[in-house]
């Protein structure tokens, strides 16, 4: 397993497209030991060697490869045209979606089960790759059939689940949503506008519930309770204490999504390093 330190970057794999060679570099020089690639990538990953190329120690991971729109046979190749180029610095995350985007999403359980064993067929070793996991079959599956966990959108207190589920060993890198403002009616907003997509969607309600939120506060908008847990706002120091708190849980490490613009992303960053223990130059 890459050792990817504590903290990472999460943003949609577009997104990283749009960086310069230098503002990753900036990242990398910041301390953060991953950038987390969300979205569902074509199974060609053509870009990924882009943002390697551009960088001399950062990881880059799938934040994730949907199983339902990339063949595993292709990712595979991907992952071994990849670790060829950059040996040991690509982590495959892989994960199956939600029902109501993919027409042809059934038994998903199953069709992960499928997926890992052709990714075995075709040599991805199981500590290069872990899975998007929310519920107790999935996280227990991540852990027996790859490196670890990927939950999104989750608490602390989902972290801590998770540890008790898939055991000491296995890697757990929950993402956690930020916006850097005191304003809390503002954050709030921007928070809304992120979640808005995921407050219909079946895996994240059921997972949100088991936490203890209500149907009030799943609801659109979302309650501010909902919000405030899964967006993390204030200060920078403010929001380093909730992040640091996936790691107290038993994370290992933490993808941070900052929402923002890429032009802002850098400074973000970099007004977080502090307060989150990074050091320039490498991880903390």
Known sequence: MPDL????????????????????????????????????????????????????????????????????????????????????????????????????????????TEYLDELDGHGVPQDRRVVAALGPRVLRLSARRSAGAHPYLTTPEHTAHARELIGPEAFLAPEHKVVLSTDSEKARAVGRKALDVYLNLTNYLN???????????????????????????????????RLIEHLEAGADHVPVQVLTSPDKLVPALAELAGPLGLTEGGTA
């Open 5 to 112: 330190g504590r903290f990472g970057v999460f943003a949609h794999y577009a997104q990283w497209q749009q960086l310069s060679p230098e503002q990753l570099r900036d990242i990398e020089a910041l301390g953060y030991g991953a950038i987390w690639a969300g979205g569902s990538p074509a199974a060609e990953l053509p870009w990924v060697e882009t943002l390697l190329g551009a960088t001399d120690t950062l990881q880059v991971a799938t934040g994730i490869v949907n199983i339902w729109t990339a063949e595993a046979g292709p990712v595979a190749e991907s992952f071994h045209r990849i670790d060829e180029a950059y040996p040991g610095r690509f982590l495959l995350g892989i994960g199956v979606g939600h029902p109501e985007a993919h027409t042809e999403y059934k038994k998903p359980y199953d069709a992960l």
């Open 207 to 241: 997972s949100w519930k088991r936490l203890g939120f209500s149907d009030e506060d799943v609801a659109r908008p979302g309650s501010d309770r909902l919000v405030d847990a899964l967006v993390a706002h204030g200060s920078a120091d403010e929001i380093a204490v």
